[in-house]
């Protein structure tokens, strides 16, 4: 089945940006997205891309998506404390969703 | 609300028992998921229902998991003769199309 990774932590200081990569190994998902996780709560949906784009912007949120090395990114600019979260990427493959591990964002003052 | 509700928040049970884990997705959405939050496996994909068609199973991990849909709307999803490894958060998601799945806060169950 698919394989999703990220890295488990990243820490930044406030205002600097954030770069949370993904890897994966199956290139047939037709769309890609970023989750967000706060503490105790549910899944947040912040974004998502289409397999035939390389790239989309949205606010502070750029996610870039390299087809051929197989990765996917999401930079948050000017990040701010209230974006320390658990960041999960997803893959769509058929009726489901594979996530990532879940990368832990830190963002220290 | 108007968005995915999970009832209960917080399920403790006894190894062995049965429990069951309610679902209501957001009006007018024909798929509902279901997905599991565990230590050791990350995210997990349990089961699907896409309108009045057979629901996707393949996630289920052993034949202990069952789920069903009635109405089209609220589902429940039961673990018979509950054991500790399936201890975890049990999140379900809604959607009128593939594209975008909203998600509930989800119920955390603890086997003791």
């Known amino acids: 089945g698919e394989d999703v990774e990220q890295s488990l932590f990243l820490s930044v200081r406030e205002g600097d940006s954030s770069v949370i990569n993904c890897t994966y190994t199956?290139?047939?998902?037709?769309?890609l997205y970023w989750y967000k996780q706060e503490p105790g709560a549910g899944l947040q949906l912040l974004t998502y891309i289409f397999s035939n784009m390389d790239m989309k912007q949205d606010q502070r949120l750029t996610v870039l998506l390299n087809k051929k090395d197989k990765h996917l990114s999401l930079r948050i600019a000017d990040t701010q404390t209230g974006d320390s979260a658990i960041y999960f990427c997803?893959?769509?493959?058929?009726?489901?969703?594979?996530f990532g591990t879940g990368t832990q964002l830190k963002v220290e003052l | 609300g108007a968005g995915v509700s999970q009832s209960p928040s917080n399920k403790v049970t006894e190894k062995g028992k049965d429990v069951e884990l309610r679902c209501d997705p957001i009006s007018g959405h024909t798929a509902l998921y279901w997905y599991r939050q565990s230590l050791g496996q990350g995210l997990e994909f349990l089961i699907y229902f896409q309108g009045n068609s057979a629901p996707d199973k393949s996630g289920l991990p052993s034949d202990r998991f069952s789920a069903e849909r009635t109405g089209g709307s609220v589902s429940t999803l039961t673990i018979q003769r509950t054991q500790q490894e399936d201890s975890a958060v049990y999140l379900c998601a809604s959607s009128w199309t593939s594209d975008e799945q909203f998600f509930g806060p989800g119920t955390r169950l603890t086997v003791l």
């Open positions: 199956d290139s047939s998902s037709t769309y």
């Open positions: 997803a893959l769509r493959g058929g009726n489901k969703l594979t």
